[in-house]
């Protein structure tokens, strides 16, 4: 079956742009998570929802980050005014309800210039 | 959340048996030993997953001794394509969160 997708794979933005980073989880999957990958580290959690409820946002950088799941499926995460900082990759994953394993998606590559 | 340490890298030759370990001093008594791992390019995938003892599954072995203050992780006959970050991850999955903490991970190199 098809599995977490993210668009766009690669996305440049010049600085003060905004960008909209989109995930499809998994058909049924109930949590979906936001990570933030910085080069050569392990991933870094964002922010959280199960169906459309966002239970934790401890994640996110600043308040230029904002995520939202309106329909419990599709989620997007926007990041207002980009820095260069914010150059990562963009990784969604999601999971079924009592399960312990996490599908994560290719990721999405944002360079800030 | 228990903290993990693991090398940074390592190497092997193609059709070598690999084990990483894993320490993590102060795990919780609610607390699994997952691991994932990572290609260039792609998100993580998970590989296993254990509370103690061992855990075996088509691609890999956990061993995880009595007081689970560390865990290895190992591979057998690897191959080219098993060259990959590995991460050890500790943490209670099991929650309604169950956010995942990744550290570096160790980077596996496989040669001919």
């Known amino acids: 079956g098809a599995g977490v997708s993210q668009s766009p794979r690669y996305k440049v933005a010049k600085r003060g742009q905004d960008v909209a980073l989109r995930c499809d989880p998994i058909?049924?999957?109930?949590?979906l998570f936001w990570y933030q990958q910085a080069l050569g580290q392990g991933p870094e959690f964002l922010t959280y929802?199960?169906?459309?409820?966002?239970?934790?946002k401890s994640g996110l950088p600043s308040d230029r980050f904002f995520a939202e799941r309106p329909e419990g499926s599709v989620s997007t995460l926007k990041i207002q005014r980009t820095q260069q900082e914010d150059s990562a990759v963009y990784l969604c994953?999601?999971?079924?309800?009592?399960?312990?394993?996490?599908?994560f998606g290719p990721g999405t590559r944002l360079t800030v210039t | 959340l228990a903290k993990t340490t693991q090398p940074i890298s390592m190497d092997s030759y193609e059709g070598q048996e690999v084990n990483i370990t894993c320490s993590h001093n102060?795990?919780?008594?609610?607390?699994?030993i997952t691991w994932y791992q990572q290609f260039p390019s792609q998100g993580p995938r998970f590989i296993i997953q254990?509370?103690?003892t061992k855990v075996t599954n088509e691609v890999a072995s956990l061993f995880i001794p009595a007081d689970r203050k560390s865990s290895t992780l190992s591979l057998p006959r690897v191959s080219l394509s098993d060259t990959a970050v590995y991460y050890c991850?500790?943490?209670?999955?099991?929650?309604?969160?169950?956010?995942?903490?990744f550290g570096t991970g160790t980077r596996l190199q496989v040669t001919l």
């Open positions: 994953a999601s999971r079924t309800g009592g399960s312990y394993e996490q599908y």
């Open positions: 991850l500790v943490g209670d999955l099991t929650g309604t969160a169950s956010k995942l903490t």
């Open positions: 929802f199960q169906n459309e409820a966002q239970l934790d």
């Open positions: 058909s049924g999957h109930v949590s």
């Open positions: 254990g509370y103690k």
């Open positions: 102060n795990i919780a008594t609610n607390d699994y």
